[in-house]
T-cell receptor, first 115, second 114 residues
């Protein structure tokens, strides 16, 4: 597609449930990133993929968070046993290279609300 | 600990005047800086960047200045237009250990008054 697509755009879930957030990057972009933006904050790094592999997952807050990119294109961010503190906008971005020298292209995000 | 700071949460400017958005950082190893613009319900879009080997980069109405000794950068928009009204984030690329990450500030909401 022309841009980075994220689905769903909004997700409301109950505390303790499992959620999956999907990202469809720009075709041909090998680098894919997940960021999280809490209210009143800037985006915070979660994980970076180069191709199929997670090259840097140091931003994942704990082991309830996991992300995959099995075929090097679409990525899924998975959150187990959701907590109210997980409520945020989850942003996906992609780029042609892993250096970010021309900025990333971000999707519109998935707004996750844990009630 | 916030490594990139934007201390002004909001700024209002008259159309046609200059908008100056400021950003400070703490890590002297940051080597690349970007500004993003964000409209409501959309993801941030890349605006302009600067490498640490430069002190100025210009693109049309947008100029970014970098003062490495002060660990400060600024974005100048001149002349400001109503369509520039948005939240602006500065971001810094991580050091050799975290070079795939960008650290974002908390954003400055710019309102350009017609």
């Amino acid at each position: 597609g022309a841009g980075v697509s994220q689905t769903p755009s909004n997700k409301v879930t109950e505390k303790g449930k499992y959620v999956e957030l999907r990202c469809d990057p720009i075709s041909g972009h090998t680098a894919l990133y997940w960021y999280r933006q809490s209210l009143g904050q800037g985006p915070e790094f979660l994980i970076y993929f180069q191709g199929t592999g997670a090259a840097d997952d140091s931003g994942l807050p704990n082991d309830r968070f996991f992300a995959v990119r099995p075929e090097g294109s679409v990525s899924t961010l998975k959150i187990q046993r959701t907590e109210r503190g997980d409520s945020a906008v989850y942003l996906c971005a992609s780029s042609q290279d892993g250096q970010g020298l021309y900025g990333y292209t971000f999707g519109s995000g998935t707004r996750l609300t844990v009630v | 600990d916030q490594q990139v700071k934007q201390n002004s949460p909001s700024l209002s400017v008259q159309e046609g005047r200059i908008s100056i958005l400021n950003c400070d950082y703490t890590n002297s190893m940051f080597d690349y800086f970007l500004w993003y613009k964000k409209y409501p319900a959309e993801g941030p879009t890349f605006l302009i960047s600067i490498s640490s080997i430069k002190d100025k980069n210009e693109d049309g109405r947008f100029t970014v200045f970098l003062n490495k000794s002060a660990k400060h950068l600024s974005l100048h928009i001149v002349p400001s237009q109503p369509g520039d009204s948005a939240v602006y984030f500065c971001a810094a690329r991580g050091d050799h250990n975290t070079g795939n990450q960008f650290y974002f500030g908390t954003g400055t909401s710019l309102t350009v008054i017609p």
